[in-house]
């Protein structure tokens, strides 16, 4: 059974940056598929970044271009966010999810990964 732990998360200013990390345990890292998603008070969870499991393919939401970077560490099983620029409209729980297997035809759907983490608080204030 895959196991997903986040870490990171915090309180901080706005244009303040933040690292998140969530590390998997129970299976074969190198072969996952890794996502970010996150889910603010009221809203849906949303996608925030995808990447493959040889890190060659990787996918932002519009709103984070440029300001978020998601990377895989194989050796230490880790995929962290380096988040930068914050701003309040990204406060949110943030997720790590993953999946085995064959590239997904739709990263940013909920339903295409198999495992979560238990999430990780990020608060931005004004």
């Known amino acids: 059974q895959v196991q997903l732990v986040e870490s990171g998360g915090g309180l901080v200013q706005a244009g303040a940056s933040l690292r998140l990390s969530c590390v998997a345990s129970?299976?074969?890292?190198?072969?996952?598929?890794m996502a970010w998603f996150r889910q603010a008070p009221g809203q849906e969870r949303e996608f925030v970044a995808a990447?493959?499991?040889?890190?060659?393919?990787?996918y932002y939401v519009d709103s984070v271009k440029g300001r978020f970077t998601i990377s895989k560490d194989n050796a230490k099983n880790t995929v962290h966010l380096q988040m930068n620029s914050l701003t309040p409209e990204d406060t949110a729980v943030y997720y790590c999810?993953?999946?085995?297997?064959?590239?997904?035809?739709?990263?940013?759907?909920?339903?295409?990964?198999?495992?979560w983490g238990q999430g990780t608080q990020v608060t931005v204030s004004s």
């Open positions: 990447i493959s499991w040889s890190g060659m393919s990787i």
């Open positions: 999810a993953a999946k085995r297997g064959s590239l997904p035809t739709s990263r940013t759907s909920i339903p295409t990964y198999s495992y």
């Open positions: 129970g299976g074969t890292f190198s072969t996952y598929h």
